[in-house]
């Protein structure tokens, strides 16, 4: 299949292993960003392909583990309202809120849909006038676009019943707060090509400059992986830290500006709870003043409901590349696919649940 | 009343008109859709039973119209299997709920390595159900049994107030024979026996999503769901008790199959990615969905866990039958890793292969 297969050739991969090997001498942690890269690197077996020295740690880009807890309750609050068609991407719907999921409030008869875009979420407020259509609109700056132009459209169209709940978060703000802690062990980023694509990379430039971290944007296929490790390890052994491109096919340095235009059209910079994480200031999105009115936790009055999250989780420490989900208690024992503990476990992108996928424990 | 009811009470050549599918016999002007009265067993309901399924399914065990099927058995073993089916929308490219009903308990029969040899059907409609859907159904039935050659014998049909079904559920059991020299089981597969599958996965799962409201996408796609008795046959045939392990990979997909068939032979299975076939469009709208086809639903598909001196063989068998000509060895049963699953990937790396825990759900990005 064109544009798959040639990022998949077995004897390709070999040689970029083989070109991994030889230029490291020492022992170095590089952290991918994204949960999809997480996702393809244990499910070709690249980590273990690998030389010993070289450790991959897993970064917090995977937008179903950084939502807050409060955030999925406010969501299940708002589906539950019967004048309510509540709609999502599919790998939300079953993270726990405190006490539920959003599949157990469709169970229970609440109008929950998955949809593949917000725009078909628009157009079911469209067809339903008589209800409400919420969206629930999550994740980084790849999915910010398609939220902005839904409730641009909503906008234009004049529609009343049509609302996004949303807790956009940004990726740079949240590796300065790994670089800035005083237990960063991180040498170097694989940044996320598909937000990349979207804001392209010359704002990771400063952050190069400031830390001394070498960054490279990565794409998302196998030997798009092993070409990003392969530069990312070329910097680190030469001491440099600049920010280059392996995913040239999709990133360009200034990204889609479109796409940022109406970005910052909609949404302003706003500080940000992270799951897990806790707040980082100026790490994500809100909807503009002259949005407030598709404001979802405004217009069903659920901005109040707090959350308290289980003790046992250490998403946290994992999330920022601290720890590993093998080092967690709960890991395979209390916390599973099942039943998750933390958000981790429950996205297909979180590492805790690659690792038990992928009979990493 | 319409013409096609006086002729439906006719002799052969309305049967022959009936099973070409021409003209529902139910009076659409009067009835053009099922009421609970069709299933409520007074007039309405011996009037679906003797316009619509008798001269439809029309067998001498079936003509009685007891309250079962009385059936002359040889005295071998016997494969007996039942399977409900809720797949919406009823009707999707390559297919539909009918034919998918008889292909779904004739393949659970054929992996148990039997011949079929009667079917069962019973009917939960609901209340609103065009009539017209009906007959396609039930006409798609009586075709997809008659290229089996499997009558279908004895029936029910019960009505739900609207709102309580998805226009037509259905249960289908069956009956086959086992011949002597066969002792297909999950637990006889063993270390040094290979897996072969009879052509590329993924196929009907994606084929219905590409329907699903909310989901609709352009592919030219269409479900394999087809009947695999023959094709297994052939494969009997040619390796007979050689023949361990026989598994329709239908919901769960091939992982989940293969680790059910690891667990209770406690073996571990090692397959390898790049043998196992996949079309292009399938794999790019797995890609774009963020679905693994190693868990999407199968019809038309089969396993077969054979020893190894048969393998070549059976391959052979598989591809010179038409539901077979991608059949593939795609991977080997071995003594470690008892209970496991483990894939080597396209470019190498080893992972394991895990059970799916609930639905396969998109992702976000």
Redesign the interface.
Known sequence: ?KY?DEY???AD??KFIAAIQRVVTRPWAIMEICG?QTHTL????????LPQQVTLVHGPGC??CVTPLELIDRAIAIARRPEVIFTS??????VPGSRDDLLSVKARGGDV????SPL?AVKLAQKNPERQVVFFA???E??APGNAMAVWQAKQLGLQNFSILTSHVLVPPAMEAILGSPSNRVQGFLAAG?VCTVMGYWEYEPIATKYRVPIVVTGFE??DL?QGIYMMLQQLEAGRAQVENQYTRAVKRAGNVPAQKLIAQVFEVTDRKWRGIGEIPRSGYRLREEFAAFDAEKRFDVGSLTAQESPLCIAGQILQGLKKPRDCSAFGTKC???HPLGAPMV???GACAAY????RA | MADGIAEGQGGKKAGEQLAMGLQCPIPISEYPHITLAHGGGGRLTQMLIEKMFVPSFANPALQTLHDGAILDAPSVHLAFSTDSFVVHPIFFPGGDIGSLAVHGTVNDLAMCGARPLALSSALILEEGLPMQDLWRVIQSMQNAARAVGVPIVTGDTKVVDRGKGDGVFINTAGIGVISPNIRVAPTRAQPGDVVLINGAIAVHGIAIMSVREGLEFETALQSDSAPLHDIVARVLDVAGERVHVLRDPTRGGLASTLNEIAASAKVGIRLNEAQIPLDDAVRGACEILGLDPLYVANEGKFLAIVARESAEQVLAAMRAHPLGKAAAIIGEVVAEHPGKVYLRSRIGGMRVVDMLSGEQLPRIC
């Open positions: 299949m798959i998949h050739r077995e991969a070999q999809g244990i499910k070709f077996g690249i980590d273990r392909l937008p179903v991407f599919g790998d939300m719907l079953r849909r998955m949809v593949y078909d999550v994740g980084f790849t999915t598909h196998p030997l092993l599973t696919p099942e996205s297909s992108e038990f996928s992928y009979g």
